[in-house]
């Protein structure tokens, strides 16, 4: 339908109704705007949201954090960013490291796809594939904690942090 037979329609509806309800047509809501008013241009989609680093583990050596914003999901599985850093950098040592872990959902299997390390300056190296192989995931485990945020949505208590840089800058919070 175009848009002037979409108005001539909406016209002769709003009218007919404004006369069923016995109202004056003076009084009937104006019509819509001129076709040439109406964007007819697609929306613009909205920019992906950048990473959302999230705590999910913290042991003696390392602390844990998974970007939630960096879920993909292609059917039954998912990847998913997880960085780990040291628990005794020193201020300004942004060394840590960066891993895609790929997740089977139902078959409850995971491995490391990639993998980079980053050191005192933050900046990644170039990644590596890992060719880790499928593995079981255990109940409770480490990976199962990636495996429920990666596939069923859930999510870590926050504070979250825009980067690992950010993090390390809060103090390892």
């Avoid at 109704?17 to 008013?37: D, F, I, K, R, S």
């Avoid at 959302?52 to 059917?75: C, M, P």
């Avoid at 850093?85 to 995971?110: E, K, M, N, V």
């Avoid at 409770?140 to 870590?156: G, H, K, L």
Wanted: glycine share 6%; proline share 12%; aromatic share 8%.
């Amino acid at each position: 339908m175009t848009v002037q037979k979409y108005a001539a329609v909406l016209n002769a509806v709003t009218l007919g109704a404004a006369l069923w309800a016995g109202v004056a047509a003076a009084q009937v809501a104006p019509p819509p705007p001129p076709v040439e008013a109406l964007d007819a241009s697609p929306a613009t989609p909205a920019a992906p949201p950048g990473p959302e680093w999230w705590i999910f583990s913290r042991g003696a050596q390392r602390h844990y954090l998974i970007d939630v914003n960096s879920v993909v999901k292609t059917g039954d599985e998912a990847t998913v960013m997880v960085a780990r850093i040291p628990t005794d950098s020193a201020s300004g040592d942004y060394t840590h490291t960066l891993d895609q872990f790929g997740i089977r959902c139902s078959a409850r299997q995971s491995h490391v796809v990639l993998s980079s390390e980053a050191s005192e300056d933050g900046v990644p190296e170039e990644p590596y594939a890992t060719d880790e192989p499928w593995e079981p995931i255990a109940a409770q485990s480490f990976d199962d904690a990636i495996r429920q945020i990666a596939c069923e949505d859930m999510r870590p208590e926050p504070p979250t942090f825009p980067t690992v840089k950010a993090y390390i800058d809060a103090g390892r919070p």
